[in-house]
Each structure stands twice: as structure tokens, then as C-alpha cells.
């Protein structure tokens, strides 16, 4: 038998789903990031074509939960390397509030330049 | 069933056995909450059915109890404890001292840095409330689990035991603390307030700094 | 039953468990690399895409710096380490894939993402035609 909703219902059980879905997004990702970069190998028209393609709102929206996603698989990480590398005595749930917030902040940061 | 004040879901699993179905098995012993032979799932938790409170986990009047999850089913609620204990003991999680009993006394003081390691640890009892809810035991039947990883860590912070370097190979690995996610079910569900998963993460520490030092 | 007078044999793990440390050492340093590059990349996306992103901008920056080439370079080799333990661990655990055969499949994705990573930077520090 397994494990559902109910067991998984807590904050640091959340923060795992984040990492591994965030991460396996970004993965698949990280590919089309380096096919677009490298239009610059046929001049800079070409680049210039494909980022005039990414004006799109569908596309900003897009953009604006990659960054999302980066920030927070980042944050995210760093609690891990901070709950596994440091000896800490309280484990300080606060270090995901941290992480929470940073990765919003981010994205927030993002998306108001980008507007 | 008749709701009575003050119910605990082992009062209500008993009721059921002696009143509405005899053939019902199920495992309780001190019914007091220091054993922790009653462990089963309680609307989805890991829980010690005898320290749960009907009142507070089953506030809409609805109780969904069943066996311990990730480990295999003998009957109704009864689950076979046996590869949880086999995982115990393939974690190393038994002392091995130098000393025989003609020895002096070993002096570890309490107040000692890995003393208060292990004494934050120690009182695991082997219920199986951790084990049952973590995932990772669910996705690797391999892996040896917060309780035995756990045990482990007070081991490996035992400067009596002299099998330190086969607890590390012991513990390591895929199968081993690596494995270990830090989903934290273990440390949220503990009845006993260990925290598992700080157990792992110091093995962790410990089984790196081998690693990279060649001594793993 | 042993004295404190006999000597313990101590075993040594397996190579295949000292791979497996170390490949999760691996992911946590290599982790600890993309964190500082994820920072800096996130601040300098952040500017640059303040009033619309155009290729002369990001050519113009990237084109012919070596420091450029060093920085990204770096950021491919670590997400080329990284990325692909990663998923060796999301597919062992949801499609309960183990051996040779996910090994095989993990050293592919590093190999291509530093491909087509090192590809990309070579692209805007300085190559092809203007």
C-alpha cells in the first residue's frame, strides 16, 4: 500500500515535489535554451528572429515561470545543501520561507522588467 | 459502532474483534503508547492507534484504518515486521564493543558531543511509524530506511563501537542515507519526536567526508 | 565474541558503492557551482530584459569576452553533471529502472547537454558571421 495526499500533507514534503518537478521541467528545458542561443551561429538577423518570436505574451508567460522555476529550484537546493552539510541544531523551518520567498522575488523581479 | 468519549482507534479496532467480526487480527500490547505494537495507517497516516484520539483524526466521523504501508500484509491489520528488521541489521545497527565484561567500564561522558548526538536518537523503539511513511521505501525496496539509518547514527556516534568503517560502507549508498530525499514523513511522523532525517543527513556528512578521503 | 587483543578485519566497501558516494558528491558540488552561475545569470537576465532583449545587446556582452566564455562554459560543465544525476534518480525511483542501462542513459544526457551547451557559448562569444 501506498502513500497518498494525506501522509505527503506537509511543508517539507512540498518542498521535495518543487525540487524534483522543477528540476525534471528545467532538464527538458535547458535543450531548447541552448538550440535558440545557438541561431547566433548564423548571424545575429538570425537571433534577432528568434527573439522577436519570443515577444509573444505566451511566450513572456512562459519565460516568467522558467524563471520562476530556476529560482526556486535553486532555492530549494540550497536548503538541502544547508539541512545536509551544516551541522545545524533546529533545523529552522524558516530556511523555507526563505527559500519561498526568494524564488517569488525573483520571479517578480523578472516579470516587473519585463512589463 | 457506539462513539464513546475519549475513544482510541485501538479501542475501536478491539471493539470490532470482539463484538463484530472475531476473525479480525490485529497487534496490540502495552496499549499504552510506549511499545508501539499498534502502529497501523489512520485516515492515511502512520499513527500508534492507541495514543490516537477518534475525536481528532476522525472530526467528519469518517475512520479509514488499515495495515502499515511498505511492508508486506500477514493479515488484516498485521504486517510482517521482519524486513524492517532485516534492514536493521543490514544497516549495522547492532554494538560492537571491544571490551569484554572482565573489562573496566568504557567512560563516555553525557555532556560529550557525540554523547548528545546519540542521545538525541536513542529512543527509537523499532515501531515502524517512519519507515511506513516514507517514500523513498516505497520507490526503493532496497533502500534500509529512517529507522535503520537512524539506529546507524547512534552507532556511528558511539566511540565504543569498534565497526565503524563497515557501518559507513554499511549505510552508504544507493540503497543507503544517499538515497534519502529529505521529504522529512519520517521526523513529522515519529510518535517518539526523533527527527530521522537529521540522523541521515549526518551520515551522510560522514559517509562524503570517507569518500573523498578514500578511507569508503 | 572478539578481545580487545585480536586485531578487526575491516572491509572496505564495494567500487560500486564508493561510485555511487561519489556520484552524489558530485551532484551536491556540482550543485554548489550552479547555484553561484544560477545567481549571477538570474541578475543579469533580470537586467537585460529591461525594455525588450535584442540580439545586439546580448552579442554585444557576450561577443569576444573570454570571461564570458570562462562563466558560461563553467555553468554548462555543472549543469552537464548535475542535470543528468538528477534524472538517473527521478527514473530509478518512478520507473523503477536500475543497471547499466540508466547508466548508459544518464552519461548520454551529460554528453549532450555539454554538446549542445559548449555549442551555444561558442555561438555568442565569437563565432560565425556578424
Not at chain 3, 71 to 85: C, Q, T
Request: glycine share 8%.
Amino acid at each position: 500500500m501506498r502513500n497518498d495526499f494525506r501522509a505527503r500533507g506537509h511543508s517539507s514534503y512540498l518542498a521535495f515535489m518543487v525540487q524534483r518537478v522543477s528540476g525534471v521541467a528545467l532538464t527538458l528545458f535547458l535543450p531548447l535554451h541552448f538550440w535558440a542561443l545557438a541561431q547566433a551561429l548564423e548571424g545575429e538577423a538570425r537571433l534577432d528572429q528568434f527573439l522577436r518570436w519570443t515577444e509573444q505574451p505566451l511566450v513572456k508567460i512562459g519565460e516568467v515561470i522558467l524563471v520562476l522555476l530556476l529560482a526556486a529550484h535553486m532555492a530549494a537546493g540550497l536548503r538541502l545543501l544547508a539541512l545536509e552539510l551544516l551541522p545545524l541544531q533546529d533545523w529552522h523551518k524558516g530556511m523555507l520561507a526563505a527559500a519561498t520567498a526568494f524564488s517569488f522575488a525573483a520571479g517578480l523581479a523578472f516579470l516587473l522588467n519585463l512589463i | 459502532m457506539p462513539r464513546l468519549e475519549s475513544q482510541t482507534v485501538l479501542d475501536v479496532v478491539t471493539h470490532i474483534q470482539r463484538r463484530l467480526d472475531p476473525t479480525l487480527s490485529y497487534r496490540f500490547a502495552c496499549r499504552v503508547g510506549m511499545c508501539g505494537s499498534c502502529a497501523m495507517t489512520v485516515n492515511g497516516k502512520a499513527r500508534w492507534t492507541c495514543r490516537t484520539h477518534v475525536s481528532v483524526v476522525a472530526g467528519d466521523g469518517k475512520l479509514e484504518i488499515a495495515p502499515l504501508h511498505n511492508l508486506p500484509v500477514v493479515k488484516d491489520l498485521v504486517t510482517d515486521m521482519a524486513p524492517f528488521f532485516d534492514k536493521w541489521a543490514k544497516a549495522k545497527g547492532q554494538f560492537t564493543g571491544p571490551d569484554t565484561r572482565k573489562d573496566e567500564f568504557a567512560p563516555v561522558k553525557p555532556e560529550s558531543r557525540q554523547r548528545k548526538l546519540v542521545d538525541e536518537a536513542i529512543e527509537c523503539i523499532g515501531c515502524g511509524v517512519c519507515y511506513a511513511s516514507c517514500d523513498v521505501v516505497t520507490w526503493r525496496p532496497d533502500y534500509l530506511g529512517p529507522a535503520a539509518l537512524n539506529r546507524a547514527w547512534t552507532l556511528v556516534n558511539d566511540v565504543r563501537d569498534i565497526e565503524q568503517r563497515d557501518r559507513l560502507a554499511a549505510v552508504a549508498g544507493d540503497a543507503g542515507c544517499h538515497a534519502c530525499h529529505t521529504q522529512m514523513s519520517c521526523t513529522q511522523r515519529c510518535p517518539k519526536f526523533l527527527d530521522p532525517a537529521k540522523s541521515i543527513a549526518g551520515l551522510k556528512r560522514l559517509t562524503m567526508s570517507a569518500a573523498l578521503k578514500g578511507e569508503l | 565474541m572478539t578481545t580487545s587483543a585480536s586485531p578487526r578485519h575491516a572491509v572496505t566497501a564495494s567500487p560500486n558503492l564508493r561510485l555511487q558516494v561519489l556520484l552524489w558528491a558530485a551532484h551536491r558540488i556540482s550543485a554548489v557551482v550552479l547555484a553561484i552561475c544560477v545567481f549571477v545569470h538570474l541578475a543579469v537576465i533580470i537586467y537585460a530584459v529591461r525594455g525588450g532583449l535584442t540580439a545586439a545587446e546580448i552579442l554585444g556582452r557576450t561577443s569576444g569576452s573570454i570571461a564570458w566564455a570562462v562563466f558560461y562554459g563553467l555553468f554548462v560543465a555543472a549543469a552537464a553533471i548535475h542535470a543528468p544525476l538528477g534524472m538517473r534518480t527521478v527514473l530509478s525511483e518512478h520507473f523503477n529502472w536500475r543497471g547499466r542501462s540508466l547508466g548508459i542513459v544518464t552519461v548520454l544526457i551529460g554528453i549532450g547537454l555539454a554538446f549542445f551547451g559548449w555549442r551555444a557559448v561558442y555561438a555568442v562569444v565569437g563565432a560565425g558571421p556578424a
